[in-house]
């Protein structure tokens, strides 16, 4: 999967997931560093956002793996 992430086009997730989601996957899964989102911009997404019980602990998991 990530070999084809790598070297493919971006994989379809299905129509199965919310229109907000699947943006969220695609955000993830830009190729180009400089052009990906960072941790920030990720939390601040609004599928991400409207997940405010998780917001804080995913924030945390975030900060302890930012020196990765």
Excluded at 35 to 45: N, S, V
């Amino acid at each position: 999967m990530i070999r084809h992430i790598l070297r493919g086009p971006i994989p379809s997730i299905g129509d199965k997931w919310s229109t907000e989601f699947k943006d969220f996957v695609a955000t993830c899964l830009v190729k180009d560093a400089s052009k990906r989102a960072t941790a920030q911009e990720l939390l601040d997404h609004p599928w991400l956002a409207r997940a405010i019980d998780h917001q804080i602990e995913l924030k945390n998991l975030i900060d302890e793996h930012t020196e990765i």
